[in-house]
């Protein structure tokens, strides 16, 4: 059944409001990510400043105990990975608080509050991890709702949720595009705090935009849960183990593909040539490139899946090329590095990687979050695709596992190591896709 509603560009209203309100929660994630791995290795991280920072010591020394001691550079890898990994699957454990006590909508706007809240607390060192904290909180209150709702837009058999995620997907990008240029040159260049204090601003115009759209928004979906009777069986269990299998060759494909916001930062500011007209380029502007290219990226795959009409390959099919398209990125990387003999790179190079990189997420986020849209017994909609998000922040945090091989290989053999793991999530989506269409025909 189609909803009448589609005056969104043939959708309907609510979409643009989420789109809108999870554009600004982009640019202030993005902000955030932009800046972080910078700010880590050349300022928060130096003796001298990392002794104010209230609680760091301990945490160091919890990491190391787990992982054995690290340099300067791959501590900062694997701290990042553990922000952007936590801040993904912190919806997991808060998803269930939607689904079956407060419902989207308030859940939404505290994630949004809390988020703000953090944004602006990174302007004092001593207060990192707090902020971090009050980052983690307002993402596990957020992101899995957000999601949910543009999927609850749509009547069952809709065909245009999959389109619907992927405009959602070009929208966010927005945030991607402006959060570099905004917060990353504030942070480089005027400030650190500056570009944090940009971000939680944005944060606070997208609680705005929320409130403001909460009449074309889906009502609250809450389904307390009664004992046995919630327990999943049959086609519900069958459904959710479909999802866990997807999500596998998801999360190894993202593991490869998220090291180029973390160490290849600190490597393309050590090592490409940024000098444009005598105009010296912040590194934190290639993720504004990487936003356009991602929104190329998408409407490529969009325009072929409407050209191949029924042809239209299933969600594994899709997760297979991205694997593919990953690997390719990293190969093409790798052979530059190892051109290069060590010199200066040249930027028109790494905007090429970016270029093929982001060709892949088309064919990687919005065919995953559809599936688990469609797929997911109704009363778990938000814990379900909080699990999608979550494995998206398990990638992250294997991506910041894998930083620690940098030193040790070269970044030339680090992005060989890289394309090995991309490519293996292709060949893994392409094994299960048999067993998952078993499990969650149509």
């Not at 909803?3 to 560009?9: E, N």
């Not at 554009?23 to 202030?28: G, L, P």
């Not at 945090?397 to 940098?406: H, K, N, P, T, V």
Request: hydrophobic residues 55%; proline residues 5%; charged residues 10%.
């Amino acid at each position: 059944m189609r909803s009448p509603d589609t005056a969104f560009f043939g959708h309907p209203k609510g979409l643009g409001f989420l789109a809108s309100t999870q554009a600004w929660e982009r640019f202030s994630f993005y902000g955030m990510q932009a800046l972080l791995p910078l700010y880590l290795v050349d300022h928060l991280l130096k003796p001298e400043v990392a002794a104010g920072v209230t609680g760091l010591d301990g945490l160091r020394a919890g990491v190391e105990f787990l992982t054995g001691p690290l340099s300067t550079t791959a501590f900062a890898a694997q701290l990042f990975g553990l922000y952007i990994g936590l801040f993904n699957i912190a919806p997991l454990a808060l998803g269930w608080l939607a689904d079956g006590v407060f419902g989207q909508r308030r859940l939404v706007q505290a994630g949004l509050v809390f988020m703000a809240a953090g944004h602006l607390a990174m302007a004092v060192e001593a207060l990192f991890l707090p902020a971090l904290l009050l980052l983690l909180l307002g993402g596990g209150c957020l992101k899995g709702n957000l999601y949910a709702q543009v999927g609850m837009l749509y009547a069952s058999g809709d065909g245009r949720r999959t389109r619907a995620y992927a405009i959602h997907l070009m929208a966010l990008n927005v945030g991607s595009i402006v959060a570099p240029l905004v917060c990353g040159t504030l942070g480089e260049r005027v400030g650190w705090h500056w570009g944090f204090a940009a971000a939680g601003i944005g944060m606070l115009l997208g609680l705005s935009i929320y409130v403001a759209g909460t009449r074309q928004l889906p009502p609250d979906s809450i389904r307390r849960l009664r004992g046995t009777a919630d327990v999943p069986q049959g086609a519900d269990s069958a459904a959710i183990a479909a999802i866990v299998l997807m999500l596998l060759p998801f999360t190894i494909v993202y593991a490869a593909a998220m090291q180029a916001y973390n160490l290849l930062l600190v490597w393309a500011q050590d090592v490409m040539d940024r000098d444009v007209a005598g105009f010296e380029v912040p590194v934190t502007w290639l993720l504004t490139y990487d936003g356009l290219m991602t929104i190329v990226g998408i409407f490529l795959a969009l325009q072929l899946w409407q050209r191949l009409g029924a042809r239209e390959p299933d969600a594994m099919i899709k997760l297979a090329v991205a694997g593919l398209v990953v690997a390719a990125a990293w190969v093409m990387l790798a052979l530059i590095t190892t051109a290069s003999a060590g010199g200066p790179v040249s930027m028109l190079l790494v905007l090429a990687f970016f270029a093929l990189l982001d060709l892949s997420y088309g064919w990687l986020d919005p065919p995953a979050n559809s599936f688990v849209s469609v797929h997911a017994p109704a009363r778990l909609a938000s814990t379900l695709m909080s699990l999608n998000i979550a494995a998206f922040g398990a990638a992250n945090i294997a991506s910041g596992w894998l930083g620690r091989f940098e030193e040790p290989l070269g970044p030339a053999g680090f992005w060989w190591l890289l394309a090995a793991v991309g490519a293996g999530g292709g060949v893994v989506a392409l094994a299960l896709r048999p067993l998952v269409k078993r499990l969650a025909p149509g």
